[in-house]
């Protein structure tokens, strides 16, 4: 904590005179860092050598010093990089901080920049490895393209798993939680999309190769959900707590569109066989496609019934199956076969069997053969594609499952959720394999 001198005791009496509140760090402050600034200078990505996760951090500063001098904002550097004084002007890449805001950092400056978050107040970001005592709740996997990779959400990390055997890694990030992963169609890339509730949304984009994180976007007041690959691998679609669709360079990591098409929360994308077209699923009901160039709203898929949670695009063709709260999968093809009328639902191929409990997760196998869906309660039940006809039934889950995948081969499901356990499944229903995929404390959960 800084030392109050004389000079800063002077300027808070002064302020208190005006009637005026206190700039407070942890109320007016840190969630702006949150926002603006964390997704540059975090642990994983120490861009200029500063921190900005922790109070400790920013006033260690990084490469140019300590990053304020309490009392004196026109002699502190974070308010000089913040009004342009400095280049570049930060946030680095984003638009500019509205003035009320930099005055908000001037004031705080100026009566002293004194931390008032309370003690028991959770740090934004991974400082240490997380110790896990107890399977966490997994709400998100991915498998490679090629199968060599299962990356599996675990609490502000990803836990990355090499199918052929060898050590396990983490790649520890900023958000609470990671809600959805995805390799790039050349799992050379893994995005991972979450953030942490009511504070921040983020996008994670990693280097599969090296473990290295490329990008960390912070957006949005909330978290982020869905995320997708273009076909070619260039772009990123995100759905959003705020009601939006976000696309991203996959490349650069700048946030390239904001589409606000939906009414309420955007859980699921998928992209089009030439990428050209997205379709997004939300808590609106509606399956909405959108033309990616511009974002233009083109039409509803689906005829709109309950809510939605949960989308997978046919790996040949422009068709989707979609599922959520009705406890119903539906498989939709994006084109129209006539004239769109209101409510119309001639875009319906096939209505698979109500499920045990509101759908969370659906896929569809790489050869097309099969389709999955899983659920709040009970087993998670497999399909013909091509007929609706029932394959198997994956049993042995406790809880809700809010993950599943084919593997490449199409003769394996992936799925996880609640019980924190992933579980291998062959296409007859046996279970092959379950296992904790994150490093456990206690050595009483056996692993098989």
């Known amino acids: 904590m800084y030392r109050v001198t004389a000079a800063v005791f002077c300027a808070g009496l002064l302020w208190s005179a005006r009637g005026e509140e206190p700039v407070s760090f942890h109320r007016q402050i840190r969630p702006i860092l949150v926002r603006q600034c964390q997704g540059c200078h975090h642990p994983a990505s120490r861009q200029s050598d500063l921190l900005l996760t922790t109070y ?100 502000r990390e990803i836990l990355l798993h090499p199918a052929a055997g060898g050590p396990l890694a983490r790649l520890p990030g900023l958000s609470d939680k990671i809600l959805s992963l995805a390799f790039s169609p050349d799992g050379k890339t893994l995005a991972a999309a979450g953030g942490s509730p009511a504070r921040f949304g983020e996008l994670q984009i990693w280097d599969v190769a090296s473990r290295k994180q490329r990008h960390s976007v912070v957006t949005t007041n909330d978290t982020l959900f869905g995320a997708s690959f273009s076909p070619d691998g260039t772009k990123i679609a995100c ?116 499920q045990d409990g509101p759908i969370l997760a659906v896929a569809i196998s790489p050869d097309a053969r099969y389709v999955a869906a899983a659920s709040e309660v009970g087993d998670v039940r497999v399909y013909l594609t091509d007929t609706g006809d029932p394959v198997a039934k994956c049993s042995g889950h406790r809880g809700g499952i809010y993950a599943i995948q084919f593997a490449p081969g199409s003769q394996r499901l992936y799925t996880a959720g609640f019980d924190g356990q992933v579980r291998v499944y062959d296409m007859a229903g046996k279970l092959e394999r379950e296992f904790v995929p994150a490093p456990l404390e206690k050595s009483e959960v056996s692993q098989k």
């Open 56 to 155: 400790e951090g920013l006033k260690q500063g990084g490469r140019k010093g300590p990053a304020l001098l309490a009392g004196a904002p026109e002699k502190s550097v974070l308010i000089a990089y913040l009004t342009g004084e400095n280049k570049p002007q930060m946030p680095f890449g984003g638009r500019p901080l509205p003035e009320d805001q930099i005055e908000l950092f001037r004031r705080w400056v100026r009566e002293g920049a004194n931390d008032d978050s309370p003690a028991e107040a959770p740090e934004a970001a991974v400082t240490k490895a997380t110790v896990y005592h107890a399977p966490p709740v997994i709400n998100a996997l991915a498998v490679s393209p090629d199968g060599q990779w299962l990356a599996v959400s675990g609490y």
């Open 239 to 354: 759905g959003g707590a705020d009601k939006s669709i976000r696309l991203f360079d996959a490349a650069s990591g700048k946030e390239i569109r904001r589409v606000d098409h939906h009414e309420d929360w955007v859980f699921g994308t998928a992209f089009g066989i030439d990428g050209q077209r997205l379709v997004s699923v939300g808590r609106d009901r509606a399956a909405k496609l959108t033309r990616v160039e511009n974002g233009q709203f083109l039409e509803n898929v689906n005829l709109l019934k309950e809510g939605l949670t949960a989308v997978a695009r046919h790996p040949k063709k422009d068709w989707v199956l979609i599922g959520g709260q009705e406890r119903v999968p539906y498989l939709y093809m994006m084109d129209r076969p006539r004239a769109m009328r209101i409510a119309d639902d001639s875009t319906l191929i096939r209505k698979f069997e109500r």
